[in-house]
T-cell receptor, first 116, second 112 residues
Framework: DTGVSQNPRHKITKRGQNVTFRCDPI?????LYWYRQTLGQGPEFLTY????????KSRLLSDRFSAERPKGSFSTLEIQRTEQGDSAMYLC??????????????FGQGTRLTVV | RKEVEQDPGPFNVPEGATVAFNCTYS??????FFWYRQDCRKEPKLLMS???SGNEDGRFTAQLNRASQYISLLIRDSKLSDSATYLC?????????????FGKGTKLSVKP
């Protein structure tokens, strides 16, 4: 499967614990995005990488959230001291670099986080 | 005001009906637009890109009206398999970079 891969698919954690999610984008896609989606809402932008550089972070991304893409390939999203409000589907997407033009983003199947 | 806003729906239509969704955007949101489709508990998938004055793909037609800042999606001869949530997406341009901004989505349910 050469699509965007996310692990784990599901995560249940106790409030206050740290969690880390992984995203493997489509090979050679320069851009990688993280989104969060709750029931009945569209995906909300969290952060975006161009290769290994984190170029933009949403105000939604509090200090408890951190994302990395150390070698410009896979990315991790860590949430520290989880809260019940963090329960959501975390979606990763990748797209080729379009030199400033919009290009299609391909999504992974997401990681569903439940904080109890 | 949200950067991309959509009809909330839900739209419940019979098979064979024609249905149209609208989406409005703010100035900051974009120069390019897309419609994505999302099935229940699945990831969003690109349905159509809308780059200029609109385009057509089979039963689907997307229109862009820059003067009024809205995008529409028209589905003709609805099928049961068209039941899904349709997400309007703007490409927010910032310097040489940008990212995709999603609307909340419009739920479509096609009934027999």
């Amino acid at each position: 499967d050469t699509g965007v891969s996310q692990n784990p698919r599901h995560k249940i954690t106790k409030r206050g614990q740290n969690v880390t999610f992984r995203c493997d984008p489509i090979s050679e896609h320069n851009r990688l995005y993280w989104y969060r989606q709750t029931l009945g809402q569209g995906p909300e932008f969290l952060t975006y990488f161009q290769n290994e550089a984190q170029l933009e972070k949403s105000r939604l991304l509090s200090d408890r959230f951190s994302a990395e893409r150390p070698k410009g390939s896979f990315s991790t999203l860590e949430i520290q001291r989880t809260e019940q409000g963090d329960s959501a589907m975390y979606l990763c997407a990748s797209s080729p670099s379009g030199r400033g033009l919009a290009t299609e983003a391909f999504f992974g199947q997401g990681t569903r986080l439940t904080v109890v | 005001r949200k950067e991309v806003e959509q009809d909330p729906g839900p739209f419940n239509v019979p098979e064979g009906a024609t249905v149209a969704f609208n989406c409005t955007y703010s100035n900051s949101a974009s120069q390019s637009f897309f419609w994505y489709r999302q099935d229940c508990r699945k990831e969003p998938k690109l349905l159509m890109s809308v780059y200029s004055s609109g385009n057509e793909d089979g039963r689907f037609t997307a229109q862009l009206n820059r003067a009024s800042q809205y995008i529409s999606l028209l589905i003709r001869d609805s099928k049961l398999s068209d039941s899904a949530t349709y997400l309007c997406v703007g490409w927010r341009y910032g310097g040489s970079q940008g990212n995709l901004i999603f609307g909340k989505g419009t739920k479509l349910s096609v009934k027999p």
